[in-house]
Structure formats: C-alpha cells, structure tokens
C-alpha cells in the first residue's frame, strides 16, 4: 500500500520555467492538499480539493494552479517559477474533515528556483 | 483567519517529560492536532482533541481547554528518536466554499540530548 506518492523529488527550476508537481494517493480519499514548507513558517496551505473535479484555494494560492481530473490524483502547476517559490512542497489527503480523518502526507517535492 | 503559536524550539534529555504548547484563534473550532515530522521526512498524525482534557497514546499524551483557546503535546520517557519537528493544527473554515483545511503552526523542533 503505497499511500500518497509524489514525484518528482527534486527539481530544480529556472526563473520562468514552468513544471507540474504530480500526487497520487491509492486511499480513495477524497480530499487532497497541496502545501508548502518554508523555515519557521510551518506548512501553508496552497490549495486543496474536496473531490474529483474540484478545487479551492488556501492560504498562499497565487503563482499555483491546480487540477483533480481524477479522484487518485492532484496536479500542482507552476506557469512561471519565481525564487519566492523555492520550498518544500507536500501532499497530503484525508478521507473526510472530521476528527477521524488525519492527514496522510507524501514524502515531498523539493524545489528550488534560481 | 486562524492563527496558532508555539515555541520555536525546545531542547530536554532523554528519559525526561517535555510539553510543547499551542495556543489558537481560530472562528469555528473543529478541534486540535498534532503531527510530528522527522527532518528530511513528511509530517506524520499524531494525535486529536475535539474536547477538554487529556488524550494518552503511549508516552504520548495530548490535552486541550477550549476555553483557553490552548492545548499542549506532553512526551515521556523522551527518546533520542523523538529528536523531531512538532506541529499543532486546527480546522479553519475558509470562507470561499465553507470547507474546512487544517491549519499549522510554524512547529516546535524538539532537540532530545544524551
């Protein structure tokens, strides 16, 4: 049972250049979350969907897009990479929001920008 | 909004008790958890308080006062393997869709020494 699995692992981006973060999860969760890790500010959460075909913003949304075509999956999009966007990126998925639905989190995307 | 603090950092020896606190503001209190991350690793459940008092599991015990808008991550029997970041978490409602996201503090990295 994998979990949730992200990929790439690592990247690294130039100042504009575009990339997809891609999350799958074989719970069938139905919530999904894209957050990003900096020093000292926690995780942040960037954008999350409630079920296949919808997705919301969180906290720090711009600069991101994303998309749930598929209940298993939840793509992250960078359209021009910025330096600011240089973090450590998690996937996470619950089955609910309720007190018996923790987060699973993936392993992360480590990104940096240059 | 939702906001939490907690220490930014907290050192102890192995063998001792520690407790990290959190304290939240938050519209709509959902209740509190914890997770724990290992550096490099993903941030792993730990535990959830939805009402007042304490919540054991193990050398980990978890208590919440709602009234106080506080709760705290007590550890015994500290291990060197605790030697990790900790993160309380509630469940904000975003305005937008009337879901609800968790919400992290920015973690308390716990250094656990011989």
């Known amino acids: 049972n994998a979990g949730v699995t992200q990929t790439p692992k690592f990247r690294v981006l130039k100042t504009g250049q575009s990339m997809t973060l891609l999350c799958a999860q074989d719970m069938n969760h139905e919530y999904m979350y894209w957050y990003r890790q900096d020093p000292g500010m926690g995780l942040r959460l960037i954008h999350y969907?409630?079920?296949?075909?919808?997705?919301a913003k969180g906290e720090v949304p711009d600069g991101y897009n994303v998309s749930r075509l598929k209940k298993q999956n939840f793509l992250l999009g960078l359209e021009s990479a910025a330096p600011s966007q240089t973090s450590v990126y998690f996937c996470?998925?619950?089955?609910?929001?309720?007190?018996?639905?923790?987060?699973?989190f993936g392993n992360g995307t480590r990104l940096t920008v240059t | 909004g939702q906001s939490l603090e907690q220490p930014s950092e907290v050192t102890a020896v192995e063998g001792a008790i520690v407790q990290i606190n959190c304290t939240y503001q938050t519209s709509g209190f959902y209740g509190l958890s914890w997770y724990q991350q290992h550096d490099g690793g993903a941030p792993t459940f730990l535990s959830y308080?939805?009402?007042?008092g304490l919540e054991e599991t193990g050398r980990f015990s978890s208590f919440l006062s709602r009234s106080d808008s506080y709760g705290y991550l007590l550890l015994q029997e500290l291990q060197m393997k605790d030697s990790a970041s900790y993160f309380c978490?509630?469940?904000?409602?975003?305005?937008?869709?009337?879901?609800?996201?968790?919400?992290f503090g920015s973690g308390t990295r716990l250094q656990v020494q011989p």
């Open positions: 978490a509630v469940r904000g409602t975003f305005m937008d869709t009337g879901r609800r996201a968790l919400t």
């Open positions: 308080n939805a009402l007042d």
């Open positions: 969907s409630v079920g296949e075909g919808t997705t």
């Open positions: 996470a998925s619950s089955y609910g929001t309720g007190e018996n639905s923790p987060l699973h």
